[in-house]
């Protein structure tokens, strides 16, 4: 299952309210959930560096505390609720956040912008399939040359559901003419979680 995009909202809140800086990913352990939070630094990083150029600038949408902010030396993040987006304010200074009222909102300032790189990290698999169509339809009409997720494969729980690789290209092939695809793996906290690179060619016949 996941969450329909009304419920987003109010999930998030209810969770950033109950668990504070811990809640991306908090298993109940905070030296478990930031070992495991380490593991996945690493992991993206690593990867990073082995399928394209760390130095495009980087939307982090549903940049919760801002944890992934030192991954990206050009980094914006892009956050919707307040509580997160304010510890992410006070612990990366150095860095810029802004807060968007509504699922799949954009600022509008990144229609100025060119060859930019799409980041999320366990935000999509809390989204149903119809509105993930939904955002990526949104999203066409700012120049995304790159797309990073992260995310538990195959996480099945009323709150979230995971998408293989494979289920992501069919859904990018939608919107995007993909040049170059790629996948890896890594086990953490017992489950399987992957990291997809996507290069897309981006021209002005994708905004509709």
Known sequence: MALKK???????????????????????????????????YKFVKNNLLKYTDIHIPTVDYGAGVGR??????KYLGVEMTADLIAYARKDFPHKVFLKIDHPFEMPEKL???????????????????????????SIRKFKFSEFVFYENNFAD?????????SKYRKILDMFYDIYEFDSDEHIVHG????????????????VV
């Not at 229609?111 to 339809?137: A, G, K, P, Y």
């Not at 729980?157 to 690789?165: E, I, L, M, Y």
């Not at 990291?195 to 981006?202: A, P």
Request: overall charge neutral; some cysteine; charged content about 25%.
């Open 6 to 40: 009304e419920n987003v909202i109010k999930y998030w809140e209810e969770r950033s309210a109950k668990q504070k800086r811990n809640t991306v990913g908090f298993s109940g352990n905070i030296n478990n959930q930031m070992f495991e939070y380490d593991e996945k």
């Open 68 to 73: 992934w902010s030192s991954v990206f030396p």
């Open 111 to 137: 229609m100025r912008m060119d060859n930019l790189r799409l980041f999320t990290s366990t935000v999509l698999q809390h989204n149903s399939e119809q509105d993930i169509l939904e955002f990526f339809e």
């Open 157 to 165: 729980a009323p709150h979230c559901k995971g998408r293989s690789p």
């Open 191 to 206: 489950e399987n979680h992957g990291m997809l690179v996507v290069k897309v060619k981006y021209n002005q016949s994708t």
